[in-house]
Structures are given as C-alpha cells and as structure tokens.
C-alpha cells in the first residue's frame, strides 16, 4: 500500500523548501554577494525545479518503483547501497547544520541560561519518533501542521511588510561574478532539499495532476522564500550580514511591531516548528539509507541507538558553526553535487529504459494479439 | 443426555446448586411428565402463566397424547420458543430470564423466552445533552438498546449478530451495521477479534472495547462511544459497526476517528453556521485546556519578555514573594483541581454545591490571600478545568496532556510546548482505527469529508457518506445494491 497522498508529498516539498533557509541563509549569502544573493537563490531554485522535473518524470512514469528498483536496474544493488551510503553522508551533514542553526538561535534569541542536552534530546527523541514511525507518519505530521506553519510565516511577513523600503534592494546586479560562485559553492547544503522526494519514489498515491500540485507548491515556497529575503535585504539594507537569525530578527527590528507587542514570537515559534519536521525528515532519510547500505533491520533498539550515536557525535563534534560551513564549502559542497546529480541521471535513465521495456512489451502483444 | 425430564431437571437443579430462586413446576398433562423451569427473579410470571402454564393446563382436559413437537407449535402461546437440544446451553437460557419446557416423552427442551429484568427508564444521558433533539438515551438493558436503534432504522439492510462474551457472565453482545454500507473486511475483523475475546467476565462495554483496539497502551481512546440512538444511527448510515453490550448504557462504534470527538449531535439538529462556530469553540477550548497552564509556566519562567510591559507588571506583582517556582505552583493548583473534581464526582449531590464553595471559593481565595498561589496561575488553571469538559469524550485524555505539556513549559520552555505538539500530532497520525487515520480528514487530508469538519455545511450538501474511514455506497441518498434489487 502506498504511504503518501499528493497533499502529504507536497507538505514534505514545502516545509524542506523552506525550513533553513529563514534563519541564517539571508546574512551568510550576504557576506559573499550582497543583495544579489537573490539571484544566486533564483538559479538554485531553476536548478531544483528542474530536477524535480526529472523526479517527477520517473515517479508518473514508474509510480510503484521505488530508488531501490529504479537505481538498482541500472548498478546493481551493491551500486546502490554505496549511492545509498552516500546519500546517508550528505545528510548526515546536512541535520549536523540544522541542529548547529537551531542550537545558536535557540541560545541566543529564544532562552537567557541555556542547556545544550536538554535542547538536543528531546528534540532528537522527537524528530527520531516520527522518522521511526516512517514516511506515512512523517508526511502526515508535515500535512497537518503545514498550514499552521505557513500562516505563522506569511503573519510574520506581514508584520515586516510595515517597514519596507524597497530602494534599499536596488541597484542588483553589481557584485563580481566571482562571488555568486563562491556563494553557490558556500551554501550548497541550504539547499537541495528536494532530494526527500527521492525516497517518496513507488510511495506515492497518483492523483490527477499530481505534477501540476507539486509545481504549485514548490512555486509558492520558492516565492516565499524570495519574497522574504528581498524584504530582510529591503529592510536592513547595508546591515543585513550583521543580522544572523533572519527570522526573528527581520519582526525584532520593526518599531511598528515592537511598539505593538512581542506577538513576533509566537511566529518565530512557529517556525521553529519546521526545524524539528526538517529534522524529522532527516533522519528518516539518514536511518533508511543506512538501513538499506547495510541491510539492518528496522527495530526500535536499532533505531534508539542510531539516534543516540547522531547525538553524541554532534555533541563532541570539534567544530563550531563557521568552522563547519568552512569545512562543508570546501569538502562537502562538490560531494553533495555529485551525489545528487548521480542519483538523478540513474533515475533518468532507468525511467527511459524501463519505459522502452513497457512499450517493445506492448508492441509485442500486439503482434501476438494480431 | 439418554434421560427423561426427571433426569434433565435434576441435572439442571443440581448444576444450579438447588439455588433457592430457581422453581422447578412438575406436571402431568395428558399422562406425560411435564417440567417447567425458571428463575424467578429474572423472569416474567405474566408470560409464564399466561402463556406456559395456562395452555398446558387446556391440554389436560382434552385427554390427548402429546408430545414436543406438538407442544412447541399448538399449545404454547409465547411469542418466542427455541428448541434446544444441549442442556448446557439449555441451562445458560435459564439464567438470562427464559423457561425451559422439559417433556418426558423427548430428549430436546423447549426454551420460552420470558425474559424480564428491572432496568432504569430510558433517561436523557448527563454526558449528551441537547438543546434540540432527540433525549433518548440508552439504559443497560441490550433488549431496548437495540430497539430503540431498530426503531430509528426500517431497513432490510440491517444485520445484527448476536454472540455471548464472558465465560463466567456469557453477556450478550450485539453486532449491528448496515449491509451493502460497512465495509465487509471490518464487520468480519471485528466479529472475529469479539469471538476471540477471552475472559471470565464482561462487566461493561468498556471490557470489549479495550479488546477491539488496537493500541493498548495508548492514551487515545480508538473506539467511538454513545449514549443516545440518534448517534448510533447516524453512525451506522456513515458505515460504522455499532456494539452493544448487556449492561452497559454505551455502545461502541467503529472505526473511530478523532474528530468524532468534536461533533455534537446537537450539530445536526441547529443551523450549520451555529454547528461550525461551536464546534470552533471547542478546538479553541482544548489548546486552552491541553496549552495554557504550560504556556503560562514556560512565559513566566523563561520567556517572559514576551509579555506586554503593563501586563508583566502586574503578574510580577501577584507572584513576589510565593513560596513556590511557577511550574511547582502550577502543579500543586493541578492536583488541587483534580482532588476536587474526583471528589465532586464521588460525593452524593447535595453536599455538591457545599463541596464546589467550599472548594473553589474558600480553599482557592485562601490560598491565594496566605500567599501559597497566585491569582494568575489560579485563573489560567481554573480556565484549563473549565475547557477541560468542553468535549467531555476526551476529558480524560487532555488532562493527562495537560500535565504532560505542563512539565514540558517548565523544563524547555515555550520550546518544550511546541515539541510536545509535535509529537502529539505526530502520535495521532500513527494510529488507525481499523483502517481510519485517526487525525483524518484533517491529514490524510479529505476533501469531501471537510463539509462536516470545523467548518460544516448544510445537510442538504452532504451528499456523500465520509471518506476518511473504508465503506460501501458512497452516495448516501443512493440505496445498497441488494435493495436495488429486491425492488
């Protein structure tokens, strides 16, 4: 039985689109290429729409095939799960980023005496209860409260709206090219969150213009995420690098809100509801893809152990946030790109192949039937 | 059993201990033994003598030789007679209120269904009630319960199955749902899982129902209750399978969904505008119920610049100098309302109203005036109380929430809230109830079915039967197949 509905596939798409890209994305983008950043956010975002292109070729062409069967028609199974292993890696960097975000922000904005250990288990226990509960439980958590979660960011945009100056996003385009480059580079695991879909390959209910949904949905998050940092660059102009928690501080800063109460919280509040989905979704990519590389067998023990070992590899980890991003631009970023380029041309070409296979089958029955 | 009814009936009487309630009448009609057996207490001696004793006593004058077969269809004048060949089973008959016929001439017992036990008038039940609607209510006899839904119900479509569950009581319980609209698959899941219930006794409909789910450790209930027919009928149009059990004034209903919890029947019964903005107020209710009292902790501990200044001065000013931190204070109020409502439940009704002032006016003011609570917290838990019994389905349920978000404000703060209602979400979309997503139509997300969500329609407009759970028939004003036919 299929685990998703369309709804439930887009849920996952527009929470992992917007999930970590509010927090400290606008500021470190601006440190490398200033307000332009938007364009750089612009071809992450045709990149990404184009391989959701791909992914969803091979999903209406093949919808009970999952990544296993299509990637392993290609390279075997063995050639899977080191692709599989891979892809576990990619991740594993990618929720040491959101905890490191999550972490900062929670030390810094949200408590004055701060418990690193009473932040990270709980939330860990959390994130890693819905992924143990699998995809049907993950998507469904992302469906229902995906809603709460975008009237909480579109208020918290509507908030801030009250003090945009939109001269301040002008002249773009003046940044050496040079820069976008290192920016792309730099913030390459921000992005690629699309990469969930993946493992939502043969799980998904088909629906009448399922492509046509997942387009729109990706359209608005993308929109919305634009639209966000046009108004943070708007509204801090020259000091945008110096604000590190975009979210908070893009309502924080406004006097129309200040003066009207603290109501900006409950919406940083509810944002902080996509970082423990986003972690959620994580996992469960992190604990199949290492489930499938070595062929263990998903208990709760196998997964309480996994959980705890993510856990105290974070916390004894030597580095800090900046001497992570520094790392990952340099050694993860390429790593990252080739993974998922990989995956999508096997998946292509799978789709291709097997799609022949279907029709010489069908042509060859007509024959028989002639 | 190779004996006479002399045999048969002091094999019974035994088997009963020679219980003092149980009469044993020896006659001799027409030179043939006769037996009539029953239990006094539990049986109707109107039926008994007007329609055993009074016929077998015509027989005797007309100087014929009778037998079984011959008493069974020409002298017997009850409305419901099985014949029975098993004493055993003979015997279980006996104790649910029947009189069994025992002839010398035959091997097989006649039983005579002249069942009658006191029951309580059929009442409006305290926990729905209407303004408007229907205010009957079930009571613990089976026999009226199925009645009163039957009554409601003038269809060839309905199926009821009986079956007896407790080795020791051998309660009856009922089976009800509507061919051609309940989903085959779950009628036959659930009649097998009653079947392979395995215990000495069922005392309420609660002992079957703890059997039916499938979560037993969960919190959540995941079987739907009522007290009232009009429920229960409009349930079994939708698809659901109802299960009524003798002595029990609720009957279950399944599959469940949350959202069941929400709706009144007094929904269906008032505009649909009205519907929808009760039925929002009862959402609201439970964030009150489950959120406040954690919220209030978690601001006052640790985010407290949340609050606006004018406000925060004056909740600083009530809680200087308590003795307690906010979660403790907040805790202690808890479980001060919690004794106070057990108690309120158990003590008899007219020291009620002493007990609520003695309660919440003279103990809450007290405290408050010595400095043990303040009136903040005093306000925000007696509000959460309130909300508590908005949906009185699952009072039990938000209370240990409330604790449960309560601890978490105090440990994490409002992130702590925010953990604890995700994992919350994410706890109901694990469970299902025979094959119904427990959060649904809210995720999975169910279009046709949001009609009758927050948000209701016009009945006119609720064509279709609900999608969230499986059925037959979609169409409600469309008739199943089988009567299609026969008409």
């Known amino acids: 039985m299929k685990s998703l509905t369309t709804w439930q596939m887009c849920a996952l798409l527009a929470i992992s689109v917007i999930s970590n890209k509010l927090l400290m994305l606008p500021s470190i983008m601006y440190e490398y290429v200033g307000r332009d950043a938007i364009f750089v956010i612009i071809f992450k975002f045709l990149l990404a729409a184009m391989f959701i292109g791909v992914l969803m070729y091979a999903l209406t062409k093949n919808p009970d095939k999952t990544l296993r069967e299509l990637v392993s028609t290609i390279i075997g199974d063995v050639g899977y799960r080191i692709l599989a292993f891979l892809v576990f890696v990619v991740y594993f960097f990618k929720t040491f980023l959101l905890l490191f975000e999550s972490e900062l922000f929670l030390g810094s904005v949200m408590y004055q005496d701060y418990d690193k250990l009473l932040f990270l288990v709980p939330t860990m226990l959390v994130a890693g209860y819905i992924a143990y509960k699998g995809l049907q439980t993950v998507g469904r958590t992302c469906e229902a409260l995906c809603g709460v979660i975008f009237i909480g960011l579109f208020l918290t945009f509507l908030l801030s709206i009250s003090e945009l100056d939109c001269s301040n996003i002008l002249p773009l385009g003046i940044e050496d090219f040079s820069n976008y480059f290192e920016a792309l580079n730099a913030c390459f695991l921000w992005f690629g969150n699309y990469f969930l879909i993946f493992f939502c390959l043969g799980d998904v209910k088909m629906t009448k213009n399922l492509v046509g949904k997942v387009y729109t949905v990706f359209g608005i998050s993308t929109l919305f995420v634009l639209a966000f940092f046009f108004v943070f660059y708007a509204n801090f102009e020259y000091s945008s690098g110096l604000h590190k928690f975009a979210i908070s501080d893009i309502t924080q800063f406004t006097p129309e809100i200040a003066s009207f109460t603290k109501v900006d919280w409950f919406t940083v509040i509810i944002w902080m509801m996509t970082n423990v989905l986003q972690c959620a979704i994580q996992i469960y990519i992190m604990q199949r893809t290492f489930i499938e590389t070595f062929g263990i067998r998903k208990t709760q023990v196998f997964s309480f152990i996994f959980l705890s070992l993510i856990l105290l590899i974070y916390l004894f980890n030597p580095f800090n946030l900046s001497e992570f991003i520094e790392f990952v631009t340099v050694y993860v970023s390429p790593f990252v790109f080739f993974v998922g380029v990989t995956l999508l041309i096997l998946i292509l070409i799978a789709t291709i192949m097997l799609n022949r296979r279907k029709s010489k089958q069908g042509g060859n029955k007509k024959c028989l039937g002639n | ?487």
Request: include cysteine; hydrophobic fraction near 45%.
């Open chain 2, 1 to 487: 059993m190779e004996q006479g009814s002399v045999e048969i009936s002091n094999y019974i009487l035994e088997k009963l201990n020679n219980n003092s309630d149980v009469v044993c009448r020896n006659l001799i009609i027409s030179g043939t033994k006769i037996d009539v057996i029953y239990v006094k207490d539990i049986s109707n001696y109107e039926i008994i003598s007007q329609d055993v004793l009074l016929p077998l006593s015509r027989v005797d004058k007309l100087s014929i030789s009778i037998d079984l077969d011959y008493v069974h269809k020409s002298v017997l004048a009850a409305g419901n007679i099985d014949v029975e060949v098993d004493v055993d089973n003979a015997i279980s008959e006996l104790l649910k209120g029947k009189t069994l016929v025992i002839l010398d001439s035959s091997k097989q017992i006649l039983v005579v269904d002249s069942t009658k036990f006191n029951t309580r008038g059929i009442e409006e039940p305290p926990t729905s009630a209407v303004l408007k609607g229907p205010r009957e209510g079930f009571n613990e006899n089976i026999k009226n319960n199925v009645s009163m839904v039957r009554r409601r119900i003038a269809s060839t479509d309905l199926v009821m199955k009986d079956l007896n569950v407790g080795k020791q009581t051998a309660t009856a319980v009922t089976v009800m749902w509507l061919k051609g609209i309940a989903d085959d698959a779950v009628v036959k899941a659930i009649l097998n899982k009653i079947k392979a219930i395995d215990i000495d006794g069922v005392v309420d409909s609660n002992y079957i129902a703890e059997f039916l789910q499938n979560r037993k450790n969960s919190i959540f209930q995941q079987i739907g209750t009522s007290e009232k027919p009009d429920i229960v009928t409009a349930k079994l149009l939708e698809g659901r399978v109802a299960i009524f059990v003798d002595g029990s004034p609720i009957v279950l209903t399944l599959p469940y969904v949350l959202f069941e919890s929400f709706q009144s029947s007094s929904d269906y019964y008032s505009k649909h505008y009205h519907a929808t903005l009760t039925r929002w107020v009862r959402l609201i209710a439970i964030f009150f119920a489950v959120i406040l009292p954690g919220f209030y902790v978690a601001v006052q501990l640790y985010h407290y610049d949340i609050v606006p200044l004018k406000f925060l001065v004056t909740i600083m000013n009530t809680t200087s100098g308590l003795p307690f931190t906010p979660l403790f204070e907040t805790l202690f109020i808890i479980l001060l309302f919690e004794i106070l409502n057990e108690a309120s439940v158990r003590m008899p009704k007219h020291l009620g109203m002493a007990m609520s002032i003695v309660g919440a006016l003279i103990l809450g003011d007290t405290a408050v005036k010595a400095g043990l609570i303040s009136p903040p917290a005093m306000m925000i838990v007696a509000l959460s109380g309130i909300t508590l019994f908005v949906v009185s389905d699952l009072s039990d349920q938000l209370s240990l929430l409330r604790l449960g978000f309560t601890l978490m404000g105090g440990l994490l703060g409002l992130y702590g809230v925010i953990l604890s209602g995700i994992f919350l979400v994410a706890y109901l979309n694990s469970i299902d109830s025979y094959g119904a997503p427990y959060l649904s139509p809210l995720s999975p997300h169910v279009k046709s079915d949001m009609k009758d969500f927050l948000n209701m329609v016009p009945l006119t407009d609720m064509k279709k039967r609900p999608k969230s759970f499986k059925n037959k028939n979609k169409n409600k004003t469309k008739l199943s197949k089988s009567k299609e036919v026969e008409e």
